[in-house]
């Protein structure tokens, strides 16, 4: 929104803000450490990594929205971060199709 | 006689290049060119992200183990220094709009210090590799002859799935080849039924743990730690490069509340390398650490 687009810094969070947006990026990465060392393959294997990528999402998103002023630039900026992040998961989904497919199935040996 | 053909007055911001029709439109230029830059540079990374994830989704025993060696805290404050650094970077910014010259000259030097530390953290860590023979690059480990006067076999007597996470062991490598004792893991697995169907052929010979055959797939975890962190440390050093640029400029007093994009679009990469670093760690650092605790 050309409305909300900042051209004086006034929109910005300052230094609260910023401080606090640290402050969640801190307990992230503590919390992705104590993740980390509980057990939680009773839930399926794996679901540490799971927990791991979602701690970092929340943390990128952070990083994004208010350290790299996404939250008040145009919309096209909003679609060029969120468009890589959709080239990616083009990259992952299709490449993990063929891995994953490649033992099992009715064409498998 | 006035050397403008026009008599109307039009006013020019300061900072405003002759292409833009105005200041809005110059800083939107700016950053989404340099946006399509981090943009690309997602899928740089993105790239090798994929390779992890398809080696991981083959080998996760091998990749936790691989995992285990890296030391946790020295990530973890790596993790916590550049988050430091990011809010430096983000603080910098902000005074840049004000145009307060000192904090900027200050932040700046910050940022590069933390800059720097990330790096000394990453030299130590590497030569840590380099000394446990783990560098998956044959000749460049640390070359230790074996001792003639020492009992032959004496080392070698545990299978590798005995040794367990820490094991004392005699460091010899006199080729200075990539080297791996402990298949514990493997085991694990096993016990609990979840090797993945590529694991049961990857790691056995004959229906024994084969500790060669899982010393490679461990392998395969240091090359892609040394590529991606390695490649994330040049990104760092390029980052550094820029600060330095950065903090001449602010010396000068060039940034005002009228011109910053320089100093936004230095930082705008800053933090794309702090989030690239925020993936790195779990994932590279902290797989399998529950099997520790």
Not at chain 2, 62 to 71: I, Q, V, W
Not at chain 2, 198 to 203: N, V
Not at chain 2, 235 to 260: E, N, Q, R
Request: net charge negative.
């Amino acid at each position: 929104m050309s409305e909300k687009h900042i051209e004086s810094g006034e929109g910005h969070i300052a230094i609260p803000g910023y401080l606090g947006v640290f402050a969640v990026l801190v307990v992230g990465t503590i919390l992705t450490y104590w993740a980390a060392t509980k057990d939680m393959d009773w839930i399926f294997p794996g679901a540490n990594t799971l927990v791991a990528l979602l701690i970092a999402f929340t943390k990128m998103t952070c990083v994004m929205l208010f350290f790299m002023h996404v939250y008040w630039s145009p919309k096209l900026i909003w679609l060029s971060a969120i468009a890589s992040f959709f080239w990616l998961a083009i990259m992952f989904a299709y490449t993990m199709q063929d891995y994953l497919t490649r033992s099992s199935g009715v064409f498998s040996t | 006689m006035s050397s403008h053909a026009s008599d109307k007055f039009v006013y020019h911001e300061p900072g405003l290049q002759h292409q833009f029709e105005d200041m809005k439109q110059q800083e939107e230029s700016v950053s989404i060119g340099m946006w399509m830059f981090l943009v690309q540079e997602i899928m740089f990374f993105g790239g090798l992200f994929t390779v992890y994830l398809v080696f991981r989704s083959k080998y996760p025993m091998a990749f936790a183990a691989g995992s285990n060696h890296l030391d946790a805290f020295w990530g973890g404050l790596n993790t916590l220094v550049l988050i430091v650094s990011s809010l430096t970077m983000a603080l910098t910014v902000y005074y840049a709009q004000k145009g307060n010259r000192n904090m900027q000259v200050v932040l700046i030097l910050l940022t590069m210090f933390f800059g720097a530390v990330f790096l000394g953290v990453k030299a130590i860590e590497y030569t840590s590799k380099y000394e446990d023979g783990l560098v998956p690059v044959a000749g460049l480990n640390k070359k230790v002859k074996e001792n003639p006067n020492a009992e032959h076999g004496a080392a070698q007597a545990k299978p590798c799935y005995e040794m367990g996470h820490g094991a004392e062991h005699t460091y010899i490598n006199p080729r200075g080849e990539f080297q791996w004792v402990d298949c514990s893991l493997v085991k694990v697995a096993e016990k609990g039924g979840f090797l993945t169907p590529e694991e049961k052929i990857g790691y056995y010979s004959n229906g024994d743990i084969d500790a060669d055959k899982f010393r490679d797939k461990v392998r395969i975890f240091y090359w892609i730690y040394f590529v991606m962190t390695g490649l994330h440390a040049l990104h760092m050093i390029v980052g550094i490069g820029l600060m330095t640029w950065l903090l001449w400029t602010a010396w000068k007093g060039t940034y005002s509340h009228d011109y910053f994009a320089p100093v936004e679009m230095s930082g705008l990469y800053w933090h794309f390398v702090d989030i690239v670093w925020i993936f790195l760690f779990p994932l590279l650092y902290l797989l399998g650490r529950h099997f520790l605790h």
